[in-house]
């Protein structure tokens, strides 16, 4: 686990944070970190990015805006990375093609990374991506790192913040649901073309998933009734 000083300093900077925003890439191999995530989020009102690691925050969830990092990322004053494996591409704006270069949001932006990664470079040279430029760095496993960071701002959030907190939740409801219907005219533009899109087949692997769920759950209460 990391340093309880640690944890508790990040706890101060999420919650003086007016746009936190959180990168959650391996999470989701824990269920227990998922769901001390998901209270985390919604108890600052932060959204969160999965960048595809691991399924690491439930999509349906009102704060997860994967799909749209690059705009929070200008907005945000404070970037949370839980096991992130290239947390300096996730903090980067897209490519400008005019220089080449893929720019930081801002140079003031702080961060806070929870990993485990450093372990993993044990030579002198690696393909690891490049090394994040992070405010404060904790060498942990999210799956217990998260719940204490969680009892943290639990124990050192006080009445403003929770107000200013809930102002923010308010004005995530209308962004949350542009995401949604930008990601519904996405799928509806790409339903009808000849080859089959990614879009169409995820929706009807959705579909799919449903109806075998309903299957079940009435051969269930069929079993039940004999």
């Known amino acids: 686990?990391?340093?309880l000083g640690a944890l508790r300093e990040a706890a101060r900077i999420l919650i003086a944070s007016e746009q936190p925003l959180v990168f959650a890439d391996r999470v989701g191999?824990?269920?227990?970190?998922?769901?001390?995530?998901?209270?985390?989020?919604?108890?600052l009102a932060a959204p969160v990015i999965n960048t595809g690691g691991a399924f690491s925050f439930p999509t349906p969830h009102p704060l997860d805006f994967t799909?749209?990092?690059?705009?929070?990322?200008?907005e945000s004053d404070v970037v949370l990375g839980l096991d992130v494996l290239d947390l300096d591409g996730a903090l980067r704006l897209p490519v400008n093609y005019l220089t080449r270069k893929a720019e930081r949001a801002s140079e003031s932006q702080r961060v806070i990374s929870i990993s485990l990664d450093e372990m993993l470079a044990r030579g002198l040279t690696s393909d690891y991506q490049a090394l994040p430029s992070t405010d404060l760095s904790m060498?942990?496993?999210?799956?217990?790192?998260?719940?204490?960071?969680?009892?943290?701002?639990?124990?050192?959030?006080?009445?403003?913040?929770?107000?200013?907190?809930?102002a923010r939740r308010h004005a995530m409801i209308d962004?949350?649901?542009?995401?949604?219907?930008?990601?519904?005219?996405?799928?509806?533009?790409?339903w009808d073309h000849p080859e089959i899109t990614e879009a169409r087949l995820v929706r009807s692997e959705e579909?799919?998933?449903?109806?075998?769920?309903?299957?079940?759950?009435?051969?269930r209460l069929l079993l039940e009734k004999k």
């Open 1 to 3: 686990s990391s340093d």
């Open 207 to 219: 579909h799919t998933s449903e109806l075998q769920s309903l299957a079940y759950l009435v051969c």
């Open 29 to 43: 191999r824990n269920a227990d970190a998922v769901a001390s995530l998901v209270e985390l989020a919604e108890l």
């Open 67 to 74: 799909g749209a990092e690059k705009d929070l990322l200008r």
């Open 139 to 166: 060498l942990a496993d999210t799956k217990l790192a998260i719940p204490y960071l969680l009892e943290e701002v639990q124990s050192l959030l006080g009445s403003n913040d929770r107000v200013r907190i809930d």
């Open 175 to 190: 962004r949350q649901e542009q995401l949604r219907a930008k990601q519904r005219d996405y799928v509806r533009a790409q």
